[in-house]
């Protein structure tokens, strides 16, 4: 049986083990999830309040969540879909995403900078590109959205895309700048070993509930207790477990696969293109890269699963995978997949975050969308500077935008879920 194996962890190297949290702590601030919004935030109100006892908590070992095992695109400029901008409020609220996702990819480019992390960072555009004919008016609107709101995008033909992927399988693309390609969970691990001083990180600690308690917040642990003034739950797709948005958010399950390095026949016979990353116009379409170890990764699943993907399922799709990289890459078929695994995002109908503050010293902020990497940098930074009284134009950005929108309760809500992605799946068919 296959295992859930995350490639981009395994070839990350080893990670620092933290402990797990036990017996009664005290603290001024809790963190709730050691992700790209936990990390953000844990370093955000370190560096502010140098004094403060702050805990990081995770649920499992830290950096080997979903912020290690998406796909490395430090999303900057998001689909511009025509429900976004047909009105004056939509084209407000998507150039604030914008600007939003912008400073999540210079806030990380800094960090990088200023840490000398290692995690194959690439300035590379993204393309949105497509096989089927039918799609070609998504990313024509696409381009000619972007262009009115100022980004730097291009139509790409048939042509232009076979020598800048090698492969023909793409008939037209936008290609669009200002975000990158990366390795999730080298910068997930250079990210945690830059932290503050007084960052404790704790690992392998599922908070059980959130309590008030006197002036404060008490975490129950399943060996400890802590008791903080301040908390931010920052669990993304698990709010619901912890009795928070369970109408607002749910989780979809991703799965996907990192092939083995290229040999140089297969270089050679793709014309060793640069490094390059492929989303698809159809939610449920593949996304593929070319990474800067030359290895292809493909994601070309997306279910509504919320106890997870078993191991059975795991194969299943993996053979999916194997299917959409010998469309694309001939030479390349299921014996060439060195890695498998899943992965859960938060998700809302409105395609909006939630960024709050729920109660007197307790702090909500996740929910990104499958855009977690750049926004959830930023917005983690974000809920430190609400938790502190700070003020910033970012700041008043994301408190202008709208909550997620209610969805219905469970058991309602699954087979809604479950029909709507089936549709999405068959519109995407020919892009998989």
Known sequence: MIADCCGWSELAGETRKFPELRQRQTADLAIVGAGFTGLAAARRYGELKPEARILLIDAKRIGQGASARNSGFAVANESPGHSRLHTIEGLASYQTMNRLDHAGVEELRRLIALHNIQCQWEDTGSIHAAHDPRNFDKLRHHVAAFKKLGVDAQLLEADVLQGRLGTSFYKLGVESRGGALVQPAMLVKGLLESLPPNVECYENTPVQSIEHAGKGWALSLPNGLVQATQVIVSVNAVFPRLGFKSMRVFPLALTAS???????????????????????????????????????????????????????????????????????????????????????????????????EAAPGLFLCGCYNASGVSRGTIMGRLISDLTLGASSSLLDDVLTLKKPNLIPPRPLFDPVAKVKLHLERSAALTER
């Open 258 to 356: 990192l092939t083995r390095p290229l040999t140089e026949q297969e270089e050679a016979e793709i014309n060793q293109p640069p490094s390059w990353g492929i989303l698809s116009p159809r939610s449920l379409g593949a996304t593929m890269r070319l990474t800067k170890d030359r290895r292809i990764l493909i994601r070309n699943t997306g279910e509504y699963r919320p106890s997870g993907i078993s191991l059975k399922m795991l194969a299943e799709r993996r053979k999916l995978h194997a299917d959409g990289l010998t469309k694309r890459f001939s030479f390349l078929n299921d014996s060439a997949i060195d890695y498998t695994w899943s992965g859960t995002i938060g998700i809302s109908r409105n395609s909006k975050p939630v960024f709050e």
